[in-house]
């Protein structure tokens, strides 16, 4: 019998933490060409973007799905066609408020990203903003993390768009939807999934000694792991979350932050946990608090590229924890300490487990509970490798696009960085409620990328 692809426990986790005040969802905003976009009257042809899009979901089959949960000894949730699928339901227009631009359309996505989306539909959604330039609509996708993280939704976002602008419209077959298994079928495969893992604990129970060890370094493993996380500095980024939030981007020049990276001998992510750090000192030190001795527990996001290559959506993501020294007065003396913090952490953890950790919690209904008060992190960071060519959505080319990763539990603040063709986007999303100071944070993040680049301009003036 042929196995049913089912959510994995990473996938799941994503749900168990979700609740109104934790939107377990990911977005891009970007904005678009308007003329390729426009019909006959001059107005967005939103239809011809849904058929545009809709062509192209056949690549994406978890587009089209829902969560089915089978009930009592049927097994873990799993993704099934949803038979009403409509695509007007996730291909969307708005119109922005005047004057219109990248605030307006953060402003936009601050709103949506604060909804919890609805689970009875497929978990994604593409609105289409007018007003935001003559020449431009923006553009904002949104998809849940239960779905893809974040790599996952850069995979997917290449299938649904293209890579030219003329790009042939493509004559999909209709769709039609597969039926749900059977409660039968969905038992059987559930006894065959528990008959394996029998037999592979009757394999450790033949060898005792062998599974004992194995049991013993995992465990040592994982208590090493929290041993050195638990120790997070208490700052006023620490507290439990609410429903709002906040949404900044800082754009810059990729090939300036790599000159960066290079002149200092550096990672590129480095340099933007440069931009993490800076900007949070800034922030701390304008709310009296002080940055000595201080070093921030960074989470960052480690993708398992074995596990990716087999898959384009779901979540292989791990975390390791980077200490952020912020007491640091000369910023390439900081970057410094960041990168060499950095190394030490690839070489010392294992991110897998603390994708592990997270879901036996999730399993155990522990997860929220402990997410809200953990002392582990500070804040959240995750680097996405974006296109280095252009991409096209109906012929209309994207721009500008900016990450926005969720945030989740007692931190407040959540940062993201995403290159796309010549530009790397700083992009923040932050609680409202713990951040009123927000647009200090948008201005620190602005003066810290100024700070570092402005020391590898001879660099920069050379290149040229």
Not at 257 to 276: C, E, M, P, Q, Y
Request: aromatic content about 4%; hydrophobic content about 45%.
């Amino acid at each position: 019998m042929r196995r049913i692809a089912r959510l994995t426990a990473a996938d799941l986790t994503n749900l168990a933490l979700e609740a109104p005040d934790t939107p377990m969802h990911q977005a891009v905003l970007a904005t678009v060409e308007a003329h390729p976009l426009r019909g006959p009257d001059g107005r967005l042809d939103i239809a011809r973007v849904r058929a545009h899009v809709e062509s192209r979901l056949d690549r994406v089959p978890e587009l089209r799905q829902v969560i089915l949960r089978p009930g009592l000894l049927r097994g873990r949730p799993l993704l099934v066609d949803e038979p009403g699928f409509r695509i007007d339901e996730h291909v969307m227009s708005a119109t922005l408020p005047t004057p219109g631009g990248e605030a307006a359309a953060l402003a936009f996505a601050e709103r949506e990203l604060g909804a919890v989306m609805d689970r009875s539909r497929p978990l994604w959604a593409i609105w289409l903003l007018d007003g935001y330039a003559p020449d431009r609509f923006g553009l904002l996708v949104k998809l849940h993390h239960a779905i893809a993280d974040g790599p996952a939704m850069v995979n997917i976002l290449a299938q649904v768009f293209d890579l030219e602008p003329d790009a042939p419209e493509v004559s999909a077959p209709p769709w039609v939807p597969a039926p749900p298994p059977t409660g039968r079928v969905l038992l059987l495969d559930n006894l065959a999934t528990r008959a394996g893992a029998v037999a592979r604990a009757g394999s450790v129970l033949r060898h005792p000694l062998r599974g004992a060890r194995r049991a013993v370094t995992s465990m040592h493993r994982m208590l090493a792991e929290y041993g050195r996380r638990s120790h997070a500095p208490k700052t006023s980024l620490n507290r439990p979350v609410g429903m709002g939030r906040r949404v900044a981007a800082v754009h810059a020049s990729l090939a300036e932050a790599k000159t960066i990276a290079h002149r200092s001998g550096v990672k590129l992510n480095d340099v933007f946990l440069f931009v993490v750090a800076r900007s949070i000192g800034r922030v701390l030190e304008s709310r009296g608090e002080t940055c000595d001795g201080i070093a921030l527990h960074a989470g960052v996001a480690v993708s398992r590229a074995s596990v990716r290559e087999a898959t384009l959506s779901g979540n292989h993501v791990g975390s390791m924890v980077v200490s952020l020294p912020l007491a640091l007065q000369d910023p390439v003396e900081q970057l410094k300490a960041i990168a060499a913090s950095s190394a030490i952490a690839k070489t010392e953890q294992q991110p897998e487990l603390s994708t592990g950790v997270m879901v036996l919690m999730a399993e155990t209904g522990v997860a929220r509970a402990f997410i809200r008060r953990q002392q582990l992190l500070n804040v959240l960071t995750t680097n996405l490798p974006g296109p280095p060519v252009p991409i096209y959505l109906a012929g209309a080319r994207v721009s500008s696009p900016v990450a926005m990763a969720p945030t989740a539990g007692n931190v407040t603040v959540s940062f993201a960085a995403l290159s796309y063709e010549s530009e790397l986007t700083f992009s923040v999303l932050a609680d409202a409620a713990s951040w009123p100071d927000f647009e200090v944070l948008q201005e620190a993040m602005r003066a810290s990328w100024q700070e570092i680049s402005a020391w590898a301009a001879p660099d920069m003036r050379q290149a040229v």
